[in-house]
């Protein structure tokens, strides 16, 4: 039975915090420090960066701070002002749910004044770079008296760099009773005897990475703003239209959001996460394997086990928090000597991040440049072109030549009637569709109205199908695809069960087999199609021509 954070007895604000961040259990490090650390004992850490030791000391150090004891009670020390930077701000985030505690990064290159006048409001966690914290505690605006933990990040890092003696000095500075702990990538002779001398008994914690083989994946990146995700992630599903793909959130709150505008979209899409029963997952996963869903966005762990050959891509919608996560992703995709592509989403400092993965890896990972409007248009040209060759090398389209010599009798030319009988192949499977929708503005093009086209009258559906009327029509942004969408993920429907759509200004009207179509009505009526309830039923098919050719409303039956 794997661990929870919730095993490890921490405070309810601490525990809202990991969950915000997305951490569904503790990492090995985390698993074994946490509780030592909390118990007070001198540890040494063995762990490499991306293994959550962050988590593993900053957890501990927030859960022993008295709130209102506004004295330094916790010094972090680490080798550069980046990582000085970044764990600050972990620590933070973990403490965000705790009120009136303030972590203040001390380091050089920022004036020292601003941080002085912070020290004097009253600051419980410090976390700095070994030159900037001497600097303080000479000057006498860092005091330590008060200190209880003591957290050496990035030992092995420190000792070659030539910080020995500014350590020795700053722990001259803490008082005899403070908990030491040292976190390092190797256990150099150094370290150890290092902590003779300076530790009292300490528990030693082993957690070694093992090598892991990186697959044969097409690797490279995007370097973008965090609001442009959704954008850039349908961009790229529609110009690489990979048939299955996985995308990788760090929250379950990031995954349920994402899957819910990708559906609002048009797309496929299911979520997959912790939350969820395993009759859930079992179901998600059965339509991600026959295809009824394209896109399944998940949290690390709740897609542990996933086997799926036909995987095309994975996306790391957020960079992973662990390095061997970086693996297990991509790992999904270039199954049973398939090819595969692995994109990842990086933005601000999870650029460090990335870092450290190819540093892990030992695997190059490209900067690509973000993908147009254009490029997706000339990847649809590609899909016609393709299909119009395959049309013409199969002979299928001798069968409307007769058509096409009465249009040129009526001097009709040839690439007009070309590029009409590509447009409507093209409406009817809905090629293109939905990516001329989510790239303009739907407002600036939306008719006023007043002027709004009056539609034709219903006539039923087709012979074995029953028609169902929807209350929802293109003035509310829905397509094709998302009525199709709905169909599939709210009813036992297959795909090849779903006949023809038709989508008006205020309604529409999509054909099932006759089998399902109670079911689909009643399953449609509970459901939502991009975020707006709909009214569902069953179009009884008019036998009689109606005596006005055009009518404002559909008879529904």
Not at 128 to 148: A, S
Not at 491 to 502: L, M, N
């Amino acid at each position: 039975m794997e661990l929870s954070f919730k095993d490890l007895h921490l405070s309810e604000e601490v525990l809202r915090a990991i969950e915000e961040m997305g951490f569904e259990e503790p990492s090995p490090i985390q698993a074994q420090t946490i509780p030592l650390m909390l118990e007070g004992v001198d540890l040494i850490g063995q762990a490499q960066t991306g293994t959550g030791k962050t988590a593993a000391f900053g957890i501990p150090i927030i859960e022993r701070v008295l709130l209102k004891d506004e004295a330094v009670q916790a010094l972090v020390l680490c080798p550069t002002r980046e990582l000085c930077i970044q764990v600050a701000e972990e620590i933070s985030r973990l403490a965000k749910f705790k009120r009136n505690v303030r972590v203040l990064p001390i380091y050089g290159g920022q004036p020292i004044e601003r941080q002085i006048r912070t020290l004097k409001k009253g600051v419980q966690i410090v976390v700095g770079t070994p030159g900037r914290v001497i600097d303080h505690i000479e000057r006498r605006t860092l005091k330590l008296g008060g200190v209880k933990t003591f957290v050496l990040d990035e030992a092995d890092e420190m000792f070659d760099m030539g910080f020995r003696e500014d350590i020795e000095l700053v722990i001259g500075h803490l008082p005899e009773t403070v908990q030491k702990t040292f976190y390092s990538a190797t256990m150099a002779r150094e370290i150890m005897d290092f902590a003779t001398k300076y530790q009292d008994d300490p528990k030693i914690i082993r957690v070694v990475k093992k090598e892991m083989t990186v697959p044969k994946v097409d690797q490279f990146y995007y370097d973008l703003d965090s609001h442009m995700k959704p954008e850039i992630l349908t961009r790229v599903l529609d110009i690489y239209n990979p048939n299955l793909t996985i995308v990788f959130c760090n929250t379950k709150k990031m995954v349920d959001e994402l899957t819910e505008g990708l559906v609002d979209k048009g797309y496929f899409a299911e979520a997959l996460h912790g939350d969820l029963k395993q009759t859930q997952r079992d179901q998600v996963m059965n339509k991600f394997r026959k295809s009824k869903v394209d896109v399944l966005v998940a949290t690390d762990v709740a897609a542990r086990g996933i086997d799926v050959d036909e995987v095309d891509m994975v996306i790391n919608y957020d960079m992973p928090q662990d390095d061997e996560y970086y693996v297990h992703r991509i790992g999904r995709t270039a199954r049973a000597g398939r090819e595969g592509t692995a994109i990842s989403f990086v933005s601000g400092r999870e650029y460090y991040k990335l870092r450290d993965i190819q540093k892990y890896t030992k695997t190059k990972i490209l900067r690509k440049e973000l993908p147009t409007i254009h490029e997706i248009r000339r990847t649809q040209d590609i899909k016609h072109l393709d299909m119009l060759r395959d049309a013409i090398e199969k002979g299928e389209a001798k069968k409307l030549e007769h058509l096409v010599n009465v249009l040129l009798e009526e001097d009709r030319s040839p690439v007009d009637i070309a590029s009409a009988a590509l447009w409507l192949y093209a409406k009817e499977k809905g090629i293109g569709k939905h990516q001329e929708l989510d790239y303009v503005d739907n407002d600036k093009v939306r008719p006023p109205r007043d002027n709004r086209r009056k539609l034709p009258f219903d006539k039923g559906g087709k012979w074995g199908y029953a028609r169902i009327f929807l209350s929802v029509g293109r003035l509310d942004g829905i397509s094709e695809r998302h009525v199709l969408s709905a169909i599939l993920n709210s009813t036992h429907a297959q795909k090849a069960e779903v006949g023809k759509i038709d989508i008006y200004d205020k309604y529409s009207f999509v054909e099932v087999k006759e089998r399902v179509s109670k079911d689909a009505v009643q399953a449609l009526n509970k459901s939502k199609i991009k975020g707006i309830e709909v009214s569902a039923e069953l179009a009884k098919p008019r036998m009689a021509k109606p005596k006005k050719r055009w009518h404002s409303e559909p008879r529904r039956g």
